[in-house]
Each structure stands twice: as structure tokens, then as C-alpha cells.
């Protein structure tokens, strides 16, 4: 925990942090069950300090680090499901290299009914 703390992108993001400690902490395997390292979340909410909220719902993103004692290396990158809503799109930007992957959600069916039935919810 020492050096996703230290890291330049936790230090950037920590202002927008949820809890101080991990949402999820998990350890990571290899093929053959041997653990080789660890997957650490941080929930964030880049509007926590706004009065105002946008949209009536929004999902909070993931701070993402993984640690991997083999290659003695951290990915770093934030798991941004600020536009799910909106766009039906999750994106991971590695801030290591810099690239950005979208994931296109539409397709999930179980997740559209959720932001529906949510959405609903919220309207009452």
C-alpha cells in the first residue's frame, strides 16, 4: 500500500477519493494459483464536492492498481465509468502508457434495466 500511496496518480486523485482505504483489495494469481501480487480499487467521485449534481444518477469510478511482484511493476489507471450512462461506454486509461480502452456497454442488457429501473426510482 506503501507505494500506490507514494504514487504521483494517488496523490493527483486522492482528493476525490471516497474512502481512504481500498473499496476492493484483492490478491492476484497466476495460472497456476501461485499469488504473484495484488489489485487494489479506490472509489472516487470526481463531483464528491460539487452542490450540484448533473445527472440524477452516476456511477463512481476506480482508482486501479496492480501490483505484480514477478515483474516487480504497478499498472496504475482509473477505471472511468463516469459515461455509462450517458454514452454506454466504459473507458480504462492507463496512466502509464497513456491509452485509453472503451468498453461499449450497450449490449448488457441486465445493466440497461438497472440505469432504467434506477432512473425510475430517482424520478418518484
Given at each position: 500500500m506503501d507505494a500506490i500511496k507514494k504514487s504521483d496518480s494517488f496523490k493527483e486523485y486522492k482528493k476525490y477519493l471516497i474512502e481512504k482505504e481500498p473499496t476492493i483489495l484483492n490478491p492476484v494469481t497466476d495460472e497456476n494459483n501461485n499469488?504473484?501480487?495484488y489489485?487494489?480499487?479506490?472509489?472516487?467521485?470526481?463531483?464528491?464536492?460539487?452542490?450540484?449534481?448533473k445527472d440524477l444518477l452516476t456511477f463512481n469510478s476506480l482508482l486501479t492498481y496492480i501490483i505484480d511482484f514477478s515483474e516487480d511493476e504497478m499498472l496504475e489507471g482509473l477505471l472511468d465509468y463516469s459515461?455509462?450512462?450517458?454514452?454506454k461506454k466504459i473507458y480504462f486509461n492507463?496512466?502509464?502508457?497513456?491509452e485509453t480502452v472503451t468498453y461499449d456497454v450497450s449490449d448488457i442488457p441486465e445493466l440497461q434495466e438497472v440505469v432504467v429501473m434506477l432512473n425510475r426510482k430517482l424520478m418518484l
Open positions: 499469488h504473484i501480487g489489485i487494489a480499487q479506490f472509489e472516487i467521485d470526481f463531483e464528491k464536492d460539487s452542490k450540484q449534481k459515461n455509462v450512462v450517458s454514452e492507463n496512466f502509464g502508457t497513456g
